[in-house]
Nanobody, 129 residues
Framework: QVQLVESGGGLVQAGGSLRLSCAASGRTFSNYAMGWFRQAPGKEREFVATITWNGVTYYTYQADSVKGRFTITGDNAKNTMYLQMNSLKPEDTAVYYC????????????????????WGQGTQVTVSS
């Protein structure tokens, strides 16, 4: 089993920044895909960003809506993933979830929530206008 705990959410004004963290514990994987998804009230869960580790190199993927504003990074030594969110907009308001998949994902598969095995409980991000 894997436990994921998100932190770093909160209330911020438009244009501000937040950094989310996702700490993983339990099983470890030699290669994985670890991602952020978000869900706003009344909307479906949507892909935000994913980082993959093939044992040698990190690769990152981001949704078009956050490119240039959000940066996803990972620290294997700390079993933690981060999402640096800059230039936040009111439409970024949502509950942000981290998720992990044992094994790699490529291309459009990284955006599919069903491909991830474990999920955190979520952290609320609210951006005021």
């Amino acid at each position: 089993q894997v436990q994921l705990v998100e932190s770093g959410g909160g209330l911020v004004q438009a244009g501000g920044s937040l950094r989310l963290s996702c700490a993983a514990s339990g099983r470890t994987f030699s290669n994985y895909a670890m991602g952020w998804f978000r869900q706003a009230p009344g909307k479906e869960r949507e892909f935000v960003a994913t980082i993959t580790w093939n044992g040698v190199t990190y690769y990152t993927y981001q949704a078009d809506s956050v490119k240039g504003r959000f940066t996803i990074t990972g620290d294997n030594a700390k079993n933690t993933m981060y999402l640096q969110m800059n230039s936040l907009k009111p439409e970024d308001t949502a509950v942000y979830y981290c998720a992990v998949r044992a094994g790699l994902l490529y291309g459009d598969y990284v955006e599919s929530a069903s491909k991830y095995n474990y999920w955190g409980q979520g952290t609320q991000v609210t951006v005021s206008s």
